[in-house]
C-alpha cells in the first residue's frame, strides 16, 4: 500500500507561481510512474502531467504544456507540480496518484493510488 500526500496548494493571483508537493510513502516509489490531475467543482478529475519513473519522460495536458513542469526525487520519495502564469482556469483540487506499473499514463484508470488533493485557487 503506497500513501501519497499532496501539499503546497493555496491561494495566487493570475500570473503567479506555486509548487505542489506530493510524499509518497513505501520503499518502492522510484518504480512508480507519478502524475497530477485537478478537479474543479462540478467537473471531472482531469489530467495535468505524468513522469516515469526515473524522471526521463513527462508529459502535460496542452492547457498547461509551457506553464507547468512536473518533476520528482526519488531519494526523497517526492513528486512536484512547479506552476507558473497561472490563471483562473488552473483553480481546482490538484491530486497526485502513483501507477505501480512502469510507464507514463496519462488516464485516471491507470492509476493505482490517490492522495487527497490540495486546493489552488489562482484569483484574477
Known amino acids: 500500500q503506497v500513501q501519497l500526500v499532496e501539499s503546497g496548494g493555496g491561494l495566487v493571483q493570475a500570473g503567479g507561481s506555486l509548487r505542489l508537493s506530493c510524499v509518497a510513502s513505501?520503499?518502492?516509489?522510484?518504480?512508480?510512474?507519478m502524475g497530477w490531475f485537478r478537479q474543479a467543482p462540478g467537473k471531472e478529475r482531469e489530467y495535468v502531467a505524468s513522469?516515469?519513473?526515473?524522471?526521463?519522460?513527462?508529459y502535460y495536458a496542452n492547457s498547461v504544456k509551457g506553464r507547468f513542469t512536473i518533476s520528482r526525487d526519488n531519494a526523497k520519495s517526492t513528486v512536484y507540480l512547479q506552476m507558473t502564469s497561472l490563471k483562473p482556469e488552473d483553480t481546482a483540487v490538484y491530486l497526485c496518484?502513483?501507477?505501480?506499473?512502469?510507464?507514463?499514463?496519462?488516464?485516471?484508470?491507470?492509476?493505482?493510488?490517490w492522495g487527497q488533493g490540495t486546493q489552488v485557487t489562482v484569483s484574477s
Open positions: 496518484a502513483a501507477d505501480r506499473i512502469l510507464g507514463v499514463p496519462t488516464s485516471t484508470s491507470e492509476y493505482d493510488y
Open positions: 513522469i516515469s519513473w526515473d524522471g526521463g519522460i513527462a
Open positions: 513505501g520503499r518502492t516509489f522510484k518504480r512508480y510512474g
